[in-house]
Antibody, heavy 123, light 110 residues
């Protein structure tokens, strides 16, 4: 059974870089799409982006509204996916979820979710 | 910019039937958008209900069903129960690897 666990600092200062890690257990991260999704307090879900790790190469796709500040990467040796969001503001305060996306060939489902981690941007 | 629309709130009586919809600010939703539906209760991660328009995720009871109704994707709950009271989010695949979530519908069962 695949399980995801997000981790990282709960508090980040404005203008700094938010860094989160998603640790995958129960399966290899290779050959899957791994997404980040966030939810500001009291608001809806926002798709951030994904990385696809084919085992030899990786490809990413980002929300256009975040693209200039966003980097998603993988560490296959640790079975982890990372998110880095630079120049954060209070608007980046949210619960951040890691989720596995199966791609359109598998119906476009986000089939496994982590419990989420709350990140607050404040000085 | 693609905007996915959902009713902000809805209410249903216990045992009743409710249909939540998921539309586009411009254009019609079709199966090519691979509509998905997710249920979320406060403080919890979303739970996958429906994907690829009408495929139920493992363990989801058959009183949850997905479809295309007119120009929108739809989630129908038949025989609503108290623990169906949740937020429901739809998501559409708009191409180029990009997904967009709707704003969510808060469902009240009373």
């Amino acid at each position: 059974q695949v399980q995801l666990q997000e981790s990282g600092p709960g508090l980040v200062k404005p203008s700094e870089t938010l860094s989160l890690t998603c640790t995958v257990s129960g399966d290899s991260i290779s050959s899957y799409y791994w997404s980040w999704i966030r939810q500001p307090p009291g608001k809806g879900l926002e798709w951030i982006g994904y990385i696809y790790d084919s085992g030899s190469t990786g490809s990413t796709n980002y929300n256009p509204s975040l693209k200039s500040r966003l980097t998603i990467s993988v560490d296959t040796s640790k079975n982890q996916i990372s998110l880095r969001l630079s120049s954060v503001t209070a608007a980046d305060t949210a619960v951040y979820y890691c989720a596995r996306w199966r791609g359109v060939m598998r119906g476009g489902v986000f089939d496994v979710w982590g419990p989420g981690t709350m990140v607050t941007v404040s000085s | 910019q693609t905007v996915v629309t959902q009713e902000p709130s809805f209410s249903v009586s216990p045992g009743g039937t409710v249909t939540l919809t998921c539309g586009l600010s411009s254009g019609s939703v079709s199966t090519s958008y691979y509509p998905g539906w997710y249920q979320q209760t406060p403080g919890r991660a979303p739970r996958t209900l429906i994907y690829n328009t009408k495929t139920r995720s493992s363990g989801v009871p058959d009183r949850f069903s997905g479809s295309i109704l007119g120009t929108k994707a739809a989630l129908t709950i038949t025989g609503a129960q108290a623990d169906d009271e949740s937020d429901y989010y739809c998501v559409l695949y708009i191409g180029g690897g990009t997904s967009v979530f709707g704003g969510g519908t808060k469902l009240t069962v009373l």
